[in-house]
C-alpha cells in the first residue's frame, strides 16, 4: 500500500513535467519547427537540383554531411556504451541521469544516420544496398551494425521505459484520454509484481551488456569506413580506439549539457545535482585525458615519421586550418582538462562550459579528419575552379546540420513531454533497496 | 574455339568477337589494329564477299564480310557488360618521354565519352618527383588496378572488375554514396553533381562499356573504352595522341602498339625502365609509364595551351619561374 502511494505521489509530481507547457517553452519548440522547416526546404532544393547545391565536389567529395554523420553516430554509441555501464554499477545517484542518456543514445542514432542518406546521390536507389549487396564493403557492414544498434537501442530504452509506463498508466486519471490509452499500450501489461520484476531487471540486463559490445563494434566499423582507406591521414591502425575515445567524449560532454539545461529549465535541482556534475566531470577529465593522448599520438607518428604525404597534410593543416586545429586539437583538450582538474573550479558552470568547450572542439577534429586530408590526395589537385580545389559547406548544409541539432532537441523535449525525465521506477527501486537494507541491519 | 564456348546462351550479335592482333600485316585501316569477327551460331546467307584478317595464332584467314561483327550497333547490356573480352588482360603503357600537353588524348576522350570541358576521364597532370629532379607531363587515365579499392568498397557492386582487367561503373547500379571515390588513391574518377541535358539523351542505350549517357547522383571514369576494343580499335585517347605517348595492348599475347609502333610489352617495360605510379600502394595498376628521359620535347612546349588550362599549374613552383623567364 505504501508502496502504491509514494508511485501515486511521484506521478503527481512529475505530471506538470509531463502536461504543461509554458509560453517560453512553446515558443522555443516553434522556433526548433522554423529551422526544421528551413531544413527541409533546403532537403527539397537539394533532392530536386542535386548535390551540385553542396560544396561538395570531385576532390572533397564528403563534407559536413558525414562529419555529422559520424558526429551523431559516436555520440549514440557512447550513450549506449555509458547507459549499458550505468546499469551495472549500484549508485543512488545514477538514476538521474539514466533515462537522459538513454534518450540521447536513441536520437542520436535517428538523426545520424539521416546524414548519411544526405550524403548519396541516388536516394531513389537505397533499397539496392538489399537488392545488391556486398559483404565486403565496409558500408555495409556500417549499416548491419547501425541497424542492429537501432534495433537494440530502441529495445533497451523500451525495456527501462516499461515500469514508468506502467506507474503513469495506473496514476494519471486526470490526464487526457489519449495519454491513458498510449501509457496502457506502452505499459504493455506490466504490474510490477516480484517476477515481473525480476524477469525485466533480468532482460534489462542482458541489453545492457549487448548494448555495450554492440557500440563497441560499430565505433570500429564506423572508424574503418576512413581508416581501410589508403589515403594519408585515414589509413591509421588507432582509428578504431580513437574514434571509441573521441565518442565517449562528446557522450559525457552531451550528457552534462543536457542536465544542465534540464535542471535549470525543469527546475529538478533536487533530482539533478552537483554531485552528478562532479561525477561527470571527472569522467569527462579522464576521457579528455585519453583523447589528447590519442590525438597526440596521431598527429605525432605522423610528424615524426614524416612520409610526404603525410607532411603535406600536416602542412595543409598548419596553414589553412590553421585557427581550426588549434581549436579542435589545443583548446578542445586543454581547456576541458584545465577546468576539470582543479577542485576548486569544478563548478556546475564551469564543468558545462568545459562540455560545451569539448563539444565544438570534437566536431572541428572530425572535420580536420574528413576535409584536409581529400584536399590533400596523392596526385595534386590541378584543377582552376576553386569549389574543386577547396571545399566550403554551403547554406544548404549547414541548414540541415541545423535541423539535425533542433530536430534532437525537439524530439528530446517531446519524449520529456511523454515520461519523466527522472526515472520513477528508479527512485521507488531505490527507496525499496534502502528499506531492505534497514531492516537487514536492524 | 573458346569464343564457341562464350557463344552459348548469348545474342547473335554478340558472339564474342576474336581480337586478333594484326602485328604485321596491317589490313584493317588507321590506328585500329586489332581485328574482329564474330561467330554466329546459325549460318547466315552469305554475301559472298571476303575479309582477309589475321588470327590471333598468326594465321591469315578469310571470312565472309557477314560474319564481321556488326559493332557499334551491339550494345553490351550492364549485366553482359559484366563479363570481360574472352583471354585479354588489357595494359596501357604511356611514354612520358614523348608526352608534351598536346592535350589531345583529353579532348578525343571527352568527344568519345560526350564529357564536358571541365569533365575528364584523363587528366594530364604536372609532376616533379623530387626537388633536383625535372618537372614532367603525366596524362593519368583510370589504372585498372588488379587490387581495385575502388571495388573493394563499393556497398552495390556498380563498380566492377572484369576478367579482361577493365574496371568499370554500371551507373544505373550506382548509388553516389562516394565511397569509391574516397578510396581511389589516384583521384580517378568524377561525380556527376547535377544534371545535365545530355543525361537525358535517351537516343542510345546505355551501356557501362561506353558510359554514356552519364547519370546525375552516379559515379563515372574512364572505361579503358570496352566498346571499341570490341571494334578492334584502341581507345579514344590513344587514337587521338599524335606524339604515340598512349601504348594499348594485351597482356597475354604481351604485345602493345600505340597505332603505329607494335611492340612486345614485356621487353618495351625491361628496355625502358617502366614503372606504375605509386606502386608501393599495392593496387597493382595496369596502367605502366615509361619515364620522361631523352625527351622529344622540352617541357614549356606543353605550356602552349588554353590559358585556363594553363591556370591549373599556376601554383606549381616551377611554372612561376618558367613565367618570370619568360619562357610562357
Redo the contacts between chains.
Sequence with gaps: MNLENRKRELAKEFSPLLEKTTIASKVWMGFLIAVILVGIYAFFIQLI?????TG????V??GIYIINFIFFVCLSYSGAFISGILHFIHTPWKNSVSRIVEIITVLSLIIGPIFILL????LD??H??F????I?????WD?IAIMTDLVGCFIYLFLTFIPDFAILRDHSEKAAKWRQKVYKFLAIGYQDTPTQRKKLHKITSTMSAMVIALAIVAYSVLAW?FS????PGWDSSIFGPYFIIAGLYSGVAVIIISMYLIRKYYNLESYIRTVHFKGAGIILLVISLLYGYFTFSEYFTRWFSHKVMDTELLETLFTRYFWMFIFANYIGVLVPIVILFFKKIRTIKSITFAAVIAIVGLWFNRYLIVVPT?ET?????????EEFIHYTATWVEWSLSLTGVAAFILLFILIMKLVPIIPMSGIIDHEREQEKSKKSIK | MENKKTDKGGSNRRNFLKLGFMSSVSAVAGASIFSSFALPEEEAVESGEKIRLLTPDGKIVEVDATKVNKYPEALVTPEESRIGIPNRKFVMVIDLARCKNARKCVEGCQKGHDLDYNEEFIKVQLLKDNPEGAPYWLPKPCFHCDEPPCVTVCPTGATFKRDDGIVLVDNERCIGCKFCMTSCPYSARIFNWGHKEKFDDESIPYSPETSIPAAEGTVSKCDFCPDLLRQGKLPYCAQSCPMGVIYFGDKNEDIVTNGTDTVSFSKLIKDRGGYRHLEHLGTKPNVYYLPAVNRQFPLERGFDIDPDILNRYKDVPYVQDFIKQGKI
Excluded at chain 1, 537488392?131 to 556486398?134: A, I
Excluded at chain 1, 565486403?136 to 555495409?140: D, F, L, R
Excluded at chain 1, 581501410?228 to 589515403?231: F, K, P
Design positions: 537540383k542535386g548535390h551540385i547545391v561538395m565536389r570531385d576532390n567529395v564528403w550524403c548519396i546521390g541516388r536507389r537505397l539496392y544496398l537488392m545488391y549487396p556486398r565486403q564493403s565496409p558500408i555495409t549499416i569506413i581501410l582507406t589508403v589515403q581529400l590526395p596523392y596526385l595534386p589537385i590541378q584543377d582552376t575552379r
